[in-house]
């Protein structure tokens, strides 16, 4: 076997092993919204055409950079959420007086739909750090892979994380 074909085998396992840090993080009232995979390089190449377009249309340049950023990436994994509240009866902390009521907006999400999706996020970049392995979370690569329903039609939050290990970080001093 060749030493690339070794490290990117590598950062394969990272990847397989950050899923299931995310899916194993704690949930408000154990209820998982969360939908994931790994994006494999012609996924990768589909994202970063996407995130160019989106520059291009909005005019946003942060897309642009992470579009030619992320080609760098062996691997890339998605991690989004669906949105669904949690039933509270007492809640508020989204604006609305309860869950019931936040329903009527569909397209409002849950705070906790959010905050588990960020303790997945940080447990799976845990295991890459651990492996030391460079990533680095984008939510350029979130819209792209929405736009493009990778995950789903109803995962409409969705964060990016690509991945590397070369002599330098490539997620570090982007240009």
Do not use: W
Not at 43 to 56: C, P, R, T
Not at 90 to 116: I, L, Q, R, S
């Amino acid at each position: 076997m060749l030493y690339n074909n070794i490290i990117d085998d590598s950062i394969l396992n990272v990847a397989k092993l950050m899923l299931v840090a995310a899916k194993t993080a704690p949930k408000a009232r154990g209820r998982d919204n969360l939908v994931m995979t790994i994006a494999e390089k012609s996924d990768i190449v589909l994202l970063s055409k996407k995130m160019f377009e989106i520059s291009e249309n909005t005019g946003v340049d942060s897309f642009k950079r992470d579009a030619g950023n992320i080609l760098l990436s062996s691997y890339l994994v998605l991690i989004g959420t669906k949105i669904q509240t949690a039933g509270l009866l007492k809640c508020g902390m989204c604006g609305f007086a309860n869950c019931e009521e936040k329903n009527k907006y569909k397209n409002t999400p849950c705070v906790f739909n959010t905050g588990d999706l960020g303790i997945a996020i940080g447990s799976a970049i845990s295991i890459a750090m651990n492996h030391r392995v460079d990533n680095r979370i984008m939510y350029t690569v979130g819209q792209a892979a929405f736009e493009l329903k990778i995950l789903g039609l109803d995962v409409p939050i969705i964060y990016g994380i690509p991945l590397s290990a070369t002599a330098k970080n490539p997620f570090f001093d982007r240009k």
